[in-house]
């Protein structure tokens, strides 16, 4: 009895393994075919890629029209790749591989547009070229077809802002115009400015964005963003680096680099509470000048130093740990040759202020502008109690330093801006009767 059941299990188990066996293979086989069905789906795609979800007759003359290919890579992302969350830039592939080419919708020319723009603070220490994180002080922008040439300013160094075509903002618009292979309008330009001019807060760069994004708009012309940062390229050509023109853009803390093929950067978290106090000469501080003192070499020790800090920082940042801030700051590369030959009050301010409780303090882009941050900030910080928070005095200590060197300036205490350049208005709105963005733009 024994032997009879142990026989009729194992023709059961031989069988059930032949059925697996057979059904594995069927299943193999559809999946080939499904692969094979999305092969020929995908060259029927590529034969029509021209029309996309835009399809003309044969016997109709398509209309001309600015196309801007996004990506043109070897292995396309097809629907059978597996794409965990953090895969985001691989799930915008997959998004709009339907259209390789992407049209410029909005092609309609405007009259008008008008632009903001964050300063930004650079370097932040050791990321010399590398780092820098934008600043909640705003430019504001408008540029207008006229028939004729002017630029209009107020504010922070109006008197000192070129009034031709040297400005930053025509030759940002200028490259805007040229991407879209259009020709350059007559323009008038009106510069609202809250970014101290020439003072280590990006003003140079916060003019090329606004007159690349302003010279879009106005042109009509769109640019892919996703695989290839168009706007960040046509910026950080023009400025050289990407550290100032990243945070201009993207607004935050930006890494940027170029990887051998164009650049690229990426955003590192702000923590919480954090405000910005800064000392402002009512100087000048040219770039020129500031790398003039340095050197053309750098030994291993500097570079080693600096690697080490510039890492130290990120994590500091990434860890939300504040109190590492001070060493993450440090630097070699700069710091040291701007403080004794241009700014000799540097180091006894950025002293001062740590001694008052600032959590960190360093040279401001190519200075002359010193930046503390300091943390304890909650909500609106004219309704809480000075004790939480340190920023009157670091600003005591920074502006005491000041007087005993005898430097005249400002103090202004404000907060990194997560917010990047934006359009505020344009002539014709994008806003229709069906679809309102923020503000009516």
Avoid at 73 to 91: M, Q, Y
Avoid at 280 to 309: H, W
Wanted: hydrophobic share 40%; aromatic share 8%.
């Amino acid at each position: 009895m024994s032997s009879s059941n142990s026989a009729d299990k194992g023709l059961t188990i031989v069988a059930a393994a032949a059925g697996s066996a057979v059904l594995g293979a069927a299943f193999a086989v559809a999946v080939m075919k499904m692969m094979e069905l999305s092969t020929e789906k995908q060259k029927t795609r590529d034969k029509n890629v021209k029309s996309g979800p835009f399809s003309f007759p044969a016997t109709h003359e398509q209309p001309t029209r600015t196309t801007s290919f996004i990506f043109n890579e070897d292995r396309p992302v097809g629907r059978s790749t597996i794409l965990f969350p953090h895969n985001h830039e691989e799930k915008m592939k997959m998004r709009i591989s339907q259209r390789v080419a992407v049209e410029q919708e909005n092609s309609l020319p405007r009259r008008s547009v008008t632009v903001k723009v964050p300063a930004t603070t650079a370097n932040m220490g050791p990321g010399y070229d590398t780092l820098g994180m934008a600043v909640d002080l705003w430019n504001e922008i408008t540029v207008e077809r006229s028939d004729k040439f002017e630029i209009l300013t107020e504010g922070e160094g109006a008197e000192d802002m070129p009034l031709d075509d040297s400005n930053y903002l025509c030759v940002g618009v200028m490259a805007a115009f040229k991407v879209a292979n259009k020709p350059l309008p007559t323009l008038k330009y009106t510069v609202i400015s809250n970014i101290p001019y020439a003072r280590g807060l990006g003003s140079s760069s916060a003019a090329i964005v606004a007159g690349i994004i302003a010279g879009l708009v106005l042109a009509g012309h769109r640019l892919p963003c996703w695989g290839s940062e168009a706007l960040l390229q046509i910026a950080a050509d023009i400025e050289g680096h990407p550290d100032n023109v990243a945070p201009v853009i993207y607004g935050g803390i930006q890494l940027g680099i170029h990887n051998g093929t164009r650049w690229t950067t990426e955003r590192l978290p702000i923590p919480p509470g954090l405000q910005l106090v800064m000392f402002i000469p009512d100087f000048i501080g040219k770039t020129s000048a500031a790398r003039a003192v340095l050197g053309p070499t750098v030994t291993r020790e500097e570079a080693s130093f600096n690697i080490g800090r510039v890492a130290f920082l990120v994590n500091a940042l990434c860890q939300q740990n504040l109190d590492n801030l001070k060493f993450g700051v440090q630097d070699k590369l700069h710091q040291p040759q701007r403080g004794e030959k241009l700014y000799t009050y540097l180091f006894p301010m950025i002293e001062a202020a740590e001694n008052a409780g600032a959590c960190c303090a360093y040279l401001s882009g190519a200075g002359p502008t010193v930046m503390a941050i300091t943390s304890g900030a909650s909500g609106d910080i004219f309704t809480q109690r000075e004790k939480e928070r340190t920023d009157w005095a670091v600003a005591q200590a920074m502006l005491q330093v000041a007087d005993e060197f005898g430097i005249k300036g400002k103090l202004v205490v404000t907060q990194a801006s997560y917010e990047g350049a934006k359009v505020v208005k344009a002539d014709p709105p994008f806003s229709t009767g069906d679809i309102t963005f923020k503000d009516n733009i």
